[in-house]
Nanobody, 124 residues
Framework: QVQLVESGGGLVQTGGSLRLSCAAS????????MGWFRQATGKERDFVAA????????AFADSVNGRFTISRDNAKNTVYLQMNSLKPEDTAVYYC?????????????????WGQGTQVSVSS
């Protein structure tokens, strides 16, 4: 089993920045592909970003590409999502997820473990 705990959410104005963190425990972190997803009220969960086990490969949704970055520190068992130039449409609950097997970064159904989520709200 893997436990994932997100932190760093909050309320920010348009154009502001936030950094989300996701701390993992229970399995060798470096064996996990990691991803971030988000779900706005009344909408489906959407892919945001993902990073491979080594950190050498990343993927981003078109809507955040160029504004968000994803990174990981395998020594700290933590993955980060740096969010810059935030927009009101970025408002959502952000979830961290971990995948044990082959990497399908954009497919939420392929992820094996999920955190509880952290709220990000962007005011206009």
């Amino acid at each position: 089993q893997v436990q994932l705990v997100e932190s760093g959410g909050g309320l920010v104005q348009t154009g502001g920045s936030l950094r989300l963190s996701c701390a993992a425990s229970g399995r060798t972190f470096s064996s996990l592909e990691m991803g971030w997803f988000r779900q706005a009220t009344g909408k489906e969960r959407d892919f945001v970003a993902a990073i491979s086990r080594s950190g050498r490969s990343t993927a981003f949704a078109d809507s955040v590409n160029g504004r968000f970055t994803i990174s990981r520190d395998n020594a700290k068992n933590t993955v980060y999502l740096q969010m810059n130039s935030l927009k009101p449409e970025d408002t959502a609950v952000y979830y961290c997820a971990a995948e044990r097997g082959a990497w399908y970064p954009r497919d939420g159904s392929q992820y094996d473990y999920w955190g509880q989520g952290t709220q990000v709200s962007v005011s206009s």
